[in-house]
Structures are given as structure tokens and as C-alpha cells.
């Protein structure tokens, strides 16, 4: 079958239950055992406790699971066989400037499609689900979109949002933006991207939350958590995806859609420690990757999606398909047919196809399940099993009680005074001080005149980064304050001058002659670089990630004036910034930060806002040193610059520019009185300057000794303690087996005996190190 062309996405706006998700599966699967695998993969103690399991679980949800799988058992012995497949499929909204079509809206009141993707505004949505309410079975749909950072409140893109060490500000985004969304209807975010990534030339590293598992498992946690809440009925929650299952970050070469593959051992211990923590936490649905693990595409891989996902983590709930991957499985060469391919991808455990056909003509499920079913190569156990999962989640979600959305919620639920501030604390709090030589931040408020350039200085649209989701319109940007209105608002009495320089792409130089008077007639410039919003996201691999076209060149054009300057950068990976890295006298990496983006930058700026965040993700000095991070495998000839045979380039050092875990701060920090004992270890964190500030006590471990080798460093613990100048505050850490632990080549979790190192710092290097024998 021919691939039909997918739909241009819509990214770039300046043109154009814990408890109850998780025992979903005591609905379906056979009775879930708590502990199968080790809570190692949990991520430890910054997600513990997230998890709901068959023994935790209240009296009052035992009773509502029961009811729900009375009636939905009930519901699929009334359902023809065309209607279970209907629920199988997701369908797009079709109609002109994407309101609803007659097809779909036809299809829906024929019980065809259970799940839309794309469709937004409550009025749009309310009447598909008038037409479903239409339907035999009255069976109502479930809307899906792609809510990443904020729905009309947009926050700091998912790695800045990470590099705020600070999940629970993270959960409460994703509950403002749960809140946003389903007050239009979206009852289902197909977010968090959980995808663990060590290659920034890979443009969706911008979607997760960095190199690093532990982290990773926290922020994914996080995020669940904030979009569904206790119990996403509540008018105001919405259920979460966990995607791209699994170990989409590791595409060779970065490059997008490309082939992952690995050892058994990567996978457990660094690619799916964030899925599996969602899973824990309660997530509804998790989407299988387009990508393929060791030889076989993940829409069709039952060792993760069945073997994995649904008999060890216990999975209960819905499995989507991403987005028209299934007859994809033909352009892999996997599939022969359509009817193949919807026949591996249903018995390997996709639930949903993201087939967004309207009409279904080229949905595999629609098109084949059908006779898959009547010649016996699918069985209607295995249909009414997904099927199953789909109205289980409709329950969940409260479609069957409240299927209709209030259109008044819309205009209390947007922009709120309480969710933009929310938003600018996040923006603050996500930004990293890569440099800051000599104090050059932050800028005195008595400053007489700010010259303000650069592409990313005023442009509302780019400073939102990639992901903002469909719907989100061009009157929606006039609430977004840019860096230039940041500072304007922060430094009234100074005088503000402004000059582009050149564009995000930066292919020309013609405006650099107007920042340069401007920086030379103002006392100090603030040069704010980056990538277009588009060089980030889906399908938006880079080879080179320097800054785009002239940046560099329109920095030192600045530098050349003589005149104070310092620079901020909005991006959605970590740059190779070469010469600004080196020269710039300071260095703020706001990422992508969202509505209240200028003003946070202004707040950071100013001193308002004590810069505390880290980075989630190296920094390389040149692309060549990708794939880079922190917990890499130790080498049988270490890195020694005396010696020519050892593991290390001719031209370039080992280390990242700016490694994880790094950030400063206008304070001073120290630690000391590192005490480790069994599964417990703590210091005192001091700030030892003259601000308040914050900084993130990180626990890293590492053993020698074992089976299998042990990365050099790996994160077990983190913290971020705030602190006032002068002020120390001790922090402990729990160290358990289940993280000392690590699964080796068989797929087997275990702890060996040995002494462990641990380390206690601010970044991925240094810090205090002790050890502890572990029996
Ligand atoms: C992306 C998914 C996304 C889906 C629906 C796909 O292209 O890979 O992450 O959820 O589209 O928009």
C-alpha cells in the first residue's frame, strides 16, 4: 500500500490515578503482582511513592474498578465486531481549517472511530461527541492532543522544565496545563515524552528531559502525576502518554526516525527507567515509537510492548500507536501487506491505531481487522481485550458520565493570573548560568541604558520553542512577553534601545551594523542568540549544533565595541558554542522559556531571580564527541594526556564544554561532613556568599567489581535546597539496594557485594566522595 503523505504539522505559529490508571490493569491483564521488577527502575527515591498497586489500593477505588469493568464487560458483549474496531482506531478532525468533517462526524455516529487526534475548540468538540452520543451504543470518544509545555500558558519547553531539578513545580505545569486543555475537551495529552538522549544532534531531545535515567524518571513522574492527578475524571485532569516506548532517544547518528540498538543491559539501566516509573506512577496510555529496537519496529515489537510493558511492568492500560506507524511497518520492509502489518502490531499489544485517515481507507485496523479476525489469524479475545482498554480509559477518563465539556470552563481556565505565574517562576527557574566572569550578572537595577539584540531578543513565536500544540493561534502570542518587554517592565528608568541584527537563521549580516551602534551607545547589551523554535522538535535533527548562520559572528561584533555584554541563549538542545562559550562574559541558557519567558530572563538579569537550575544534558565542545554523557562506561586505558593509547581525541578533550549537572549562581556554595552509611548518606550544603540562591545537592554512585561494568558515575539523588546567605541545611539521601543494583545482559536485576563509591556534589564532577561496603 502507498504511504500516504503525512499531514504538515502546525508547530510554528508566527506564520501561519495514580492508583486508578494503574489498576486499569487489574481490568484487563491477570491479577497484577506489586514487585516483579526491581523499584530500581523506579528511579529511586525521587519518584518513590508515586506508584499505586493492587495493595495500595483504597476500598472506594476497588469498588469503582469493579463497577467500571461490570460495565464495560457489559458494553463489549453488546458490541458488533465493526464497533470494537471502531474503538481501535483514532481518527483527525478532517474538515476545513481542522473543524470536524462530515466524514467524521459520520463515522463517529456510526460507531467507527473511537479516539480523535487533533481536533481542538470545546464547540468542535462537543459535537463529534454529539454525534457519538448519536451512535448505537452511545459510546463517546476520547479527544487526544499533543499538550507538551502548556496548552495557552506556555511553559519552558520539557528540557528546560528538567533543568529546573524541581518536579514538583514541573507537576504543577502539567496540571495548570491539564486544566487548560480539557476546559476545550482534550480529555488525553499524548505527553510525557520520556526518551532518555545522549545525542543533541537529535532535535526531540528539546521534548524530554536529558541524558540522564534518574532524572528522566523523576520529571516523567512528575508529569504524569500533574496531568491526571488522584483521578482524571475530575473536570480538570486529563490522562497521560508515556512515549515514545522504547528508547527512541538512542536513534544513531541523531538522526530522526533512525535505527536504535543496543544491549540488553542499555536498555534496562539507561533507555527505560523512565517508562517504567510512569508506569508506576499510574500512567493511562504509553505510545510505541516509530523507531526500531535491535532489528524489529517497535509498533510491532512484543518483547517491549508485551513481554516488557504488559507481563513485567503489569501495564493495564492503553497502548498507542504513533502517528500512522502501523502501515509504516510496510515502508520497513517488516510488513508485506496492510493486513500484516495490522496483525503484527495488534499481536505484539498496539491497542490504538493512530491512523488519522478520515475516511479510514488507509487505517490498518479498519481496513483489515475485520477479516483478520474471520480467518483466525487475530483472535476476538485479543480485540475484545483492547477493546476493553479503550473503554476502561473512556471511564477512567469520565467520558461515559460526563461526555459533553461546559464551553464556559474555556474562559476561566486560560491565562490565569496564578498560571502566568507559575509560568515566569518555571522560566526562572529552569535557566542555567553557564558563565558568569567577573559578576557581569547580574545587571545593577540602577542601569542607565540597556541595548537589547539579537534574533531571539523580540520574537514571541521562537522564544515559545517547538511543540506549542494545534490551536494555539496568532492573537495567542500577544500574551507572551519577549526578553525586550522583559527588561523594559524590569528596568523602567533606563533607556531601551533594540536591534535585531539578523534573523534566527542569520544568513545575513546587513543588520549588525544598527546592534552595534546600539550596543555602543548604551552601557551594557544584552545579546540574546539561539535556534529558530523550528530546529527543535520532531523531525529536526541537526549535524551542526552551533548556533545558527552569523550568531556568532553578530556576538563578536558586539564583544568588538568593548562594551559590557552578556549573553542569553534560547534553544532546544545543548549547543556546541565554541567562541561565546569561551568569551562571553556571561552565559544564561534560558532554552525555550515560554510566555513569561522575558520576564523571567529580566528576573534572572536583574538579581530578581538567583539563577539555580543545571544542566540536564552535556554540553559538547564539537559534534564530534556525540554521543556524549556523564555515565559513560569506564575504558580499559583511561584518558591520559601522557599517553598517546588511551581513549581520547587527538583535537579535542574528553569532557563536555559544560557537563551535567553544571550550573552557577550569583551565591557561592559549599559542601561539606559527608557521612555514608547502609543506604543512607547526607552532607551540609552551606551558602557561603552574600545571596539567597538555590543549588541542587546531586548523589552520584558508581561500583567496580561487578558483573557487568558500572558507569563511571551514575545520579541516585538530587535535591534543590534554597538557601539565604550564610544559611546551611544538611541533606540526606536513602541509597537503597534497588539503586545500588543494575540489570545485566539477561535481563536480570542484581546487586553485587563491594564497596561503592559515592559522590556528593553540585555538578557531574567533583564533589565529596566516601564509600560503603555493600554486603
Ligand atoms: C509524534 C508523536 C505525537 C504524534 C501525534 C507523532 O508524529 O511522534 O510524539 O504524539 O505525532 O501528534
Not at 496545563?177 to 538522549?197: H, L, Q, R, Y
Not at 464551553?407 to 481556565?413: C, E, Y
Not at 549544533?545 to 552569523?550: F, K
Not at 581525541?649 to 557537563?659: A, E, G, H, I, M
Amino acid at each position: 500500500m502507498p504511504i500516504p503523505l503525512r499531514r504538515m504539522r502546525t508547530a510554528q505559529i508566527a506564520t501561519g490515578v495514580t492508583a486508578l490508571a494503574t489498576t486499569a490493569a487489574l481490568l484487563a491483564v491477570p491479577a497484577a503482582s506489586a514487585g516483579l521488577t526491581s523499584p530500581r527502575v523506579t528511579g529511586g527515591s525521587a519518584v518513590a511513592a508515586a506508584g499505586g498497586t493492587a495493595h495500595t489500593m483504597s476500598a472506594a477505588t476497588r469498588q469503582r474498578l469493579a463497577s467500571i469493568a461490570s460495565d464495560v464487560n457489559s458494553l463489549i458483549g453488546k458490541m458488533t465486531l465493526a464497533e470494537k474496531v471502531g474503538q481501535l482506531e483514532m481518527s483527525g478532525p478532517a474538515g476545513p481549517n481542522g473543524t470536524p468533517g462530515q466524514t467524521l462526524l459520520d463515522e463517529v455516529r456510526s460507531g467507527e472511530v473511537g479516539s480523535v487526534l487533533d481536533l481542538v475548540g470545546v464547540d468542535n468538540i462537543n459535537q463529534v461527541q454529539q454525534a457519538a452520543l448519536q451512535s448505537r451504543l452511545h459510546i463517546p470518544v476520547i479527544f487526544g492532543l499533543d499538550v507538551i509545555h502548556g496548552y495557552k500558558t506556555i511553559f519552558p519547553v520539557p528540557i528546560g522544565e528538567a533543568s529546573s531539578w524541581d518536579p514538583a513545580a514541573v507537576q504543577n505545569d502539567a496540571s495548570i496545563s491539564a486544566s487548560e486543555a480539557s476546559a476545550d475537551g482534550i480529555k488525553w495529552t499524548f505527553n510525557p515524552m520520556v526518551d532518555v538522549s545522549r545525542d543533541p544532534r537529535w532535535g526531540r531531545v528539546v521534548e524530554g528531559a536529558g541524558e540522564d535515567p534518574f532524572l528522566g524518571s523523576a520529571m516523567a513522574v512528575a508529569k504524569v502525576k500533574g496531568y491526571q492527578g488522584d483521578d482524571f475524571s475530575a473536570p480538570d485532569k486529563m490522562a497521560a502518554t508515556i512515549k515514545h516506548f522504547g528508547a527512541y532517544g538512542a536513534v544513531q547518528a541523531g538522526r530522526e526516525y533512525n535505527t536504535t540498538d543496543m544491549s540488553e543491559q542499555q536498555l534496562r539501566n539507561v533507555y527505560l527507567p523512565p517508562y517504567k516509573s510512569a508506569v508506576d506512577a499510574g500512567a493511562a496510555t504509553v505510545m510505541s515509537a516509530f523507531t526500531s529496537l535491535n532489528g524489529v519496529p517497535d509498533t510491532a515489537n512484543s518483547y517491549l510492548l508485551t513481554t516488557i510493558l504488559r507481563n513485567e511492568w503489569q501495564f493495564g492500560g492503553t497502548v498507542v500507536s504513533d502517528y500512522q506507524a502501523i502501515q509504516e511497518l510496510e515502508a520497513f520492509g517488516y510488513a508485506t501487506s496492510g493486513a500484516q502489518a495490522a496483525q503484527l502490531a495488534i499481536t505484539a499489544g498496539v491497542t490504538i491505531e493512530m491512523g488519522v485517515q478520515v475516511p479510514s481507507q488507509f487505517s490498518t485496523y479498519t481496513l483489515y481487522l475485520a477479516d483478520l479476525v474471520k480467518s483466525g489469524k487475530v483472535s476476538m479475545s485479543t480485540i475484545d481485550n483492547d477493546v476493553r482498554h479503550v473503554l476502561t480509559l473512556k471511564e477512567l477518563a469520565g467520558l461515559f458520565a460526563h461526555p459533553l465539556t461546559d464551553p464556559n470552563r474555556v474562559k476561566n481556565s486560560e491565562l490565569t493570573p496564578a498560571s502566568l505565574a507559575a509560568a515566569r517562576t518555571m522560566a526562572g527557574r529552569s535557566m542555567v548560568l553557564l558563565n558568569d566572569n567577573n559578576h557581569a550578572l547580574p545587571l545593577s537595577s540602577g542601569v542607565p541604558s540597556i541595548a537589547v539584540v539579537g534574533p531571539l531578543a523580540d520574537n514571541p513565536s521562537d522564544q515559545l520553542g517547538p511543540d506549542v500544540p494545534i490551536g494555539y493561534s496568532p492573537s495567542d502570542l500577544t500574551s507572551v512577553v519577549s526578553v525586550l518587554n522583559g527588561i523594559k517592565a524590569a528596568a523602567p528608568h533606563a533607556t531601551v534601545s533594540y536591534a535585531q541584527g539578523c534573523d534566527a537563521t542569520c544568513t545575513s549580516t546587513s543588520g549588525f551594523a544598527a546592534a552595534v551602534s546600539a550596543a555602543q551607545a548604551s552601557a551594557v547589551t544584552v545579546v540574546v542568540v539561539g535556534e529558530p523554535a523550528s530546529y527543535s522538535g520532531e523531525a529536526s535533527s541537526r549535524s551542526d549544533i552551533s548556533l545558527p548562520g552569523q550568531q556568532t559572528a553578530l556576538v563578536q561584533a558586539i564583544a568588538a565595541t568593548g562594551k559590557p555584554y552578556v549573553v542569553v541563549l534560547m534553544n532546544g538542545r545543548p549547543l556546541t558554542l565554541g567562541w561565546v562559550a569561551d568569551n562571553a562574559p556571561a552565559l544564561l541558557e534560558a532554552w525555550f522559556p515560554g510566555t513569561e519567558g522575558g520576564n523571567a530572563v529580566a528576573d534572572v538579569l536583574f538579581g530578581k531571580v538567583n539563577p539555580g537550575g543545571k544542566l540536564p544534558m552535556s554540553f559538547p565542545r564539537n559534534a564530534g564527541q556525540i554521543p556524549i554523557s556523564y555515565n559513560e562506561l569506564p575504558t580499559g586505558r583511561p584518558d591520559d594526556p601522557s599517553n598517546k593509547y588511551t581513549s581520547r581525541y587527538l583535537d579535542v578533550p574528553n569532557t563536555p564544554q559544560f557537563s551535567f549537572g553544571y550550573g552557577l549562581s550569583y551565591t557561592t556554595f559549599s559542601l561539606s561532613n559527608l557521612s555514608v552509611s547502609a543506604g543512607r548518606v547526607s552532607a551540609d550544603i552551606a551558602n557561603t556568599g552574600s545571596a539567597a540562591g538555590d543549588d541542587v545537592v546531586q548523589l552520584y554512585i558508581h561500583q567496580d567489581g561487578t558483573s557487568i561494568l558500572q558507569p563511571v558515575r551514575r545520579l541516585e539523588g538530587f535535591q534543590r535546597v534554597s538557601l539565604s546567605a550564610g544559611q546551611t541545611k544538611r541533606v540526606t539521601f536513602t541509597l537503597g539496594r534497588d539503586q545500588i543494583g543494575f540489570y545485566n545482559n539477561q535481563g536480570q536485576f542484581e546487586v553485587d557485594p563491594g564497596t561503592v563509591d559515592v559522590y556528593v556534589g553540585d555538578n557531574s564532577v567533583g564533589g565529596l566522595h566516601g564509600q560503603f561496603t555493600e554486603k
